[in-house]
């Protein structure tokens, strides 16, 4: 079984920067594909960034040029590199995961969630 866990979120002005990292245990890591969602209040669950079985990457519009979404195969970890932060970005982070290949930034592709992390930028 996949278990997620992520951290490092926080509370920052707008503009400033916060690293998320998702632990991965119960699977041999480098299989995955993995991706990051997030979801504010009263809005769906929405992909940010999403890194293939070939290492290859996908970002949100939204998030183009300021969010890096990065694997490190020898920690098992998976990382968000966020910079430039707006108050829009503000939300519930999460780490998702499944065993196929291109799956993309699409939600319903992915059968194994982290608990989330919070991320507020203020302005």
């Known amino acids: 079984q996949v278990q997620l866990v992520e951290s490092g979120g926080g509370s920052v002005q707008a503009g400033g920067s916060l690293r998320l990292s998702c632990a991965v245990s119960g699977y041999s890591y480098s299989s995955l594909y993995m991706g990051w969602f997030r979801q504010a209040p009263g809005k769906e669950r929405e992909g940010v960034a999403s890194i293939d079985c070939d290492g290859s990457t996908t970002y949100a519009d939204s998030v183009k040029g300021r969010f890096t979404i990065s694997k490190d195969n020898a920690k098992n970890t998976l990382t968000l590199q966020m910079n430039s932060l707006k108050p829009e970005d503000t939300a519930m982070y999460y780490c998702?995961?499944?065993?196929?290949?291109?799956?993309?930034?699409?939600?319903?592709?992915?059968?194994?969630w982290g608990q989330g992390t919070q991320v507020t930028a203020s302005s």
């Open positions: 998702a995961a499944d065993f196929w290949c291109e799956l993309g930034l699409k939600v319903d592709n992915y059968n194994y």
